[in-house]
C-alpha cells in the first residue's frame, strides 16, 4: 500500500490455528509454527479505494471471516454490537432490529449488499434480510460519507461481503461441501446448512450456500419470555466470477431471504397482542464487471447493475389490532440501481503517490402499499430518484518537510445528488445537494499518526416521510381515540457537518516478539440543519383530552424538521495481539441537544466500553476468550420514563478447527451470551434483551 504502514494489524487467529494444524500434519518445524500470520484490516468502502482501515482519516471497523464465525451471529445484531457508537434499538425480535451509527438510523444509513443499495426501511417489519452465513467480511464506516455515497450518508456505512469460493478452496483445490449445523437455547433455534464452493476451471469460481433457521419464542433476562415471536427463515446465495483475460473479470448473484414470522404487527419491543403472519421476500440480483488494465495505471473500472426485490406481506390473525381478522397488508419496495467508478493512478509527484476515485451513480425507490386491494394507511405510493456524479483524490507526500518529517496524506472529496419523488399526495418533489469533504493525515513517525475530517452530508425525505397518511393507530377507550399521519411534502432534505480529529498508534514487538498494539481514538462534533424527526402528538387520556367525546383525544404523526441540533462524541478503540493472546477494547460516547427547542435528542446512546480477551492455542487449533459489554446509566433524555440503568454483560466462546481425514476438517463453535442471565434492556425499548445463551454449531468441510 505504501511504505509507512509495511505492516498489517490484527491477528486472524482461525487462520493462523489451520495454518498451524496443517503444517503440524505435515511437518514438526517448530520454527514455522512460531510464525504469526498478520493481516491487515483493508477498508475498500470508506474511500471506495483499497486502504488500511488503520490509516484512514476517521473511524472505521472492518470485521473478517474469523471475527464473524467467532460470534455464531444469529443476525446483524449479534455481529455488530460491539463496534463503538453502533446500537441495535426495537427489541430482540429479528423484525425489530433498528441499527443506529452516532444517533443517526433508518434512511441516514446507507446498507450495502456487495455494493448494491439496500432501501427498504420498513418501519417496523425490519432493516437487514441477510444471513451471517453468507458474509465473509463486514466493514462498518461511522461518520459522514455523502461525499462518496450520497443521501443517506450522514450516519454512516454497513457494507456487507458474501462469501467467494477463493475465500474457502485452497491451491489446485476445485470443490469444497461444507454441511453446518448448530442450536441455541435462548430461543431453541435449529441451524442447518450446506455450501458447495466450486472452481471447475481456472477461470471460474462458482459459491452456492443454503440456510435454514427455525427459531421460537425468546427467553428474556428477567425469566419471562417474548412469546409470540416464531420465525423459519430460509436464505441462499448463489454467485459465480469469471475471469475473462486481459484484467476483465465479470461477476453474477443471487442473493435470497426468506422469512416466514407469526409475531405481533409491530414487532419492536414487548409489543401488543395483535398476531400476524408476516411473510417477508428479499432479493438481490447482481452484474458486475471490472477492468484493471495491466498495463495502464489510469484504468481500474469497476460497474454494477443490481435489482432488489422486497416483499412484506402480514394477514391478521385476531381481531385485536386496527384491522380485522383476514386482512391482508402489504408493502412492495423495489430498487433499480447502477454504479460505475473508476481509480487512476497518474505519475503526478516525484516523492508521493496520487490516487483518483471518480464515478457516477444512480437509483430508483418505488413502493407499492396495499390492504385488502386497496390503499394502505402509513405506506403511501410512490417513487424515489437519485442521481449523483463524485470524484476523490488521495494525495500522499513522503518527507514533505524536509527529511525524516514522515508523510501527509489529503483526501479532498465532493459530491452532486439530484433528487426527485412523487406520489399521488405530490409530484415532482426536487432537491439538489453538494457534499465536499476533506480528510488529512500526518505520520510524523512510523508508530503514529494524526487525522482530522470535515465533511458536508445530507440524507432526502423518504417516501414514508414526506407522503404519510391514513391511520397511524387506535385506542379502544370511550368513542375510540384515533391517531392518524399527516403528510409533509414540504418536508427539507437533512444536512449535517461534521468535524472529526483523533490519533491513531501502532507498534510492533512490545511485550514479545512478533506482538503487535494498535489504538485509534477521534472526537467527533456534527450539526445538523433540518433535522428530520417523527413527531407523535397523543393527548394523554383523561388528563388532557376526554375520550367519550368523538375526536376530543385524537392525535397526529408527522415527519417535521428540526431546524437545528448537535450531535457529538468520543470513540476509542484499541488493540493487543501476540501467538498467544488477543485484547480488543472499545469505547463510545453520544450526547446532542435540540438547539432549536431546548432538551435532549431522542437518538442518543449510554456511554459503553467492550473486551474481548482471547487465549489462543495455534497447535492445537483451538482459541477461546470471553467478551464483555458495559453501559452506564443512561439519564441523557427529558422524560424520565426513557431512562435506563446501567449494566454489564458477558459471553464467552471457544473455537477449535481440526482435521479428522484426508482434504476433511471439522470446526466446533461452542458459546454462552450473557452468562450471568443479566436483565437489562436497551435504550428506548420496552422489552429486555435475550438471556442466558447457550450455543453450539458444527461445520463439516471436504476439499478435493
Known amino acids: 500500500m505504501n511504505r509507512r504502514w509495511n505492516r498489517v494489524v490484527m491477528t486472524t487467529a482461525l487462520m493462523t490455528m489451520a495454518a498451524a494444524s496443517g503444517s503440524r500434519a505435515q511437518s514438526n518445524d517448530t520454527e514455522a509454527q512460531e510464525q504469526v500470520t498478520r493481516l491487515p484490516q483493508i477498508s475498500v468502502t470508506a474511500g471506495r479505494t483499497p486502504i488500511e482501515a488503520a ?7 472492518v470485521m473478517q471471516q474469523d471475527d464473524i464465525d467467532l460470534r455464531q451471529a444469529s443476525s446483524p445484531d449479534d455481529l455488530l454490537n460491539f463496534i463503538p457508537n453502533v446500537e441495535f434499538t426495537g427489541g430482540p425480535r429479528r423484525t425489530g432490529e433498528t441499527p443506529s451509527i452516532r444517533g443517526f438510523s433508518g434512511s441516514d444509513l446507507v446498507i ?3 455494493g448494491a443499495r439496500q432501501n427498504v426501511n420498513a418501519a ?19 461518520g459522514p460519507a455523502s461525499a462518496l455515497f450520497g443521501s443517506g450518508g450522514t450516519g454512516g456505512v454497513i457494507a456487507f461481503r458474501t462469501l467467494d469460493a477463493a475465500d474457502v478452496l485452497q491451491g489446485d483445490e476445485t470443490l469444497a461441501v461444507r454441511l453446518a449445523a448448530g442450536y441455541q437455547t435462548v430461543d431453541r433455534e435449529e441451524l442447518v446448512g450446506l455450501s458447495v464452493f466450486s472452481k471447475p476451471i481456472d477461470s471460474l469460481d462458482v459459491t452456492a450456500n443454503f440456510t435454514f433457521r427455525d427459531p421460537g419464542s425468546i427467553k428474556l433476562g428477567d425469566g419471562s419470555e417474548l412469546t409470540r415471536s416464531d420465525d423459519d427463515i430460509l436464505s441462499g446465495l448463489l454467485k459465480g466470477i469469471y475471469d475473462v483475460g486481459g484484467g476483465h473479470t465479470a461477476e453474477v448473484s443471487l442473493l435470497s431471504f426468506r422469512n416466514d414470522a407469526k409475531e405481533p404487527n409491530v414487532g419492536q419491543g414487548r409489543a401488543g397482542n395483535d398476531l400476524v403472519d408476516k411473510e417477508i421476500e428479499s432479493d438481490t440480483a447482481r452484474l458486475s464487471w471490472r477492468y484493471d488494465a495491466p498495463a495502464n495505471e489510469m484504468i481500474d473500472l469497476d460497474t454494477q447493475v443490481y435489482y432488489s426485490r422486497n416483499r412484506i406481506d402480514e394477514t391478521r390473525l385476531d381481531n385485536n389490532g386496527a384491522g380485522a381478522q383476514g386482512d391482508v397488508l402489504k408493502r412492495d419496495v423495489d430498487t433499480l440501481g447502477f454504479r460505475a467508478d473508476n481509480r487512476s493512478r497518474p505519475a503526478w509527484l516525484s516523492n508521493g503517490d496520487v490516487t483518483l476515485v471518480y464515478g457516477l451513480e444512480g437509483y430508483r425507490d418505488v413502493q407499492d402499499g396495499d390492504l385488502n386491494g386497496g390503499a394502505r394507511d402509513g405506506v ?34 465532493v459530491r452532486f445528488d439530484y433528487f426527485n419523488s412523487s406520489s399521488e399526495i405530490a409530484s415532482d418533489v426536487t432537491d ?4 465536499p469533504r476533506l480528510g488529512a493525515t500526518w505520520a510524523p513517525v512510523p508508530w503514529m499518526m494524526l487525522f482530522g475530517n470535515y465533511a458536508h452530508a445530507f440524507r432526502a425525505p423518504s417516501f414514508d416521510e414526506a407522503f404519510l397518511d391514513g391511520v397511524h393507530f387506535e385506542i379502544p377507550v370511550g368513542a375510540g381515540v384515533v391517531n392518524r399521519f399527516v403528510a409533509n411534502p414540504d418536508l427539507r432534505s437533512q444536512r449535517t457537518r461534521t ?3 483523533g490519533l491513531g498508534l501502532n507498534f510492533d514487538h512490545v511485550v514479545t516478539q512478533g506482538d503487535h498494539v494498535a489504538f485509534k481514538a477521534t472526537h467527533f462534533r456534527t450539526r445538523a440543519k433540518d433535522f428530520i424527526d417523527l413527531q407523535v402528538n397523543q393527548p394523554t387520556l383523561f388528563v388532557d383530552c376526554n375520550p367519550f367525546i368523538p375526536g376530543n383525544c385524537d392525535g397526529t404523526t408527522q415527519a417535521v424538521n428540526i431546524p437545528d441540533a448537535v450531535l457529538f462524541g468520543n470513540e476509542i478503540e484499541a488493540s493487543y495481539d501476540n501467538r498467544r493472546t488477543r485484547f480488543v477494547f472499545g469505547y463510545s460516547n453520544l450526547d446532542g441537544d435540540d438547539l432549536t427547542n431546548g432538551g435532549k435528542l431522542g437518538v442518543l446512546t449510554p456511554d459503553q466500553f467492550t473486551l474481548d480477551a482471547a487465549i489462543k492455542f495455534p497447535e492445537q487449533g483451538i482459541v477461546t476468550g470471553i467478551r464483555t459489554l458495559a453501559a452506564i446509566d443512561f439519564d441523557k433524555v427529558d422524560n424520565a420514563a426513557d431512562e435506563r440503568p446501567g449494566y454489564v454483560v458477558h459471553d464467552i466462546y471457544f473455537a477449535m478447527v481440526q482435521p479428522i481425514a484426508e482434504a476433511t476438517e471439522i470446526r466446533v463453535d461452542l ?3 450473557n452468562v450471568t442471565d443479566r436483565a437489562y434492556a436497551r435504550v428506548f425499548n420496552d422489552a429486555f434483551e435475550p438471556g442466558r445463551n447457550f450455543k453450539g454449531r458444527l461445520n463439516l468441510t471436504r476439499r478435493w
Open 55 to 61: 490509516e484512514y482519516p476517521g473511524m472505521v471497523t
Open 112 to 114: 450495502l449488499i456487495d
Open 124 to 142: 417496523h417489519d425490519g432493516r437487514f434480510f441477510v444471513d451471517p452465513t453468507m458474509l465473509k467480511e463486514v466493514e462498518v464506516l461511522r
Open 380 to 413: 403511501p405510493d410512490s417513487t424515489n430518484l437519485f442521481g449523483g456524479v463524485f470524484a476523490q483524490a488521495e494525495f500522499r507526500f513522503f518527507d514533505p518537510f524536509g527529511a525524516n518529517s514522515g508523510e501527509v496524506a489529503l483526501l479532498p472529496g
Open 432 to 435: 439538489v445537494a453538494l457534499s
Open 499 to 501: 468535524f472529526e480529529a
Open 671 to 673: 458459546g454462552i451470551d
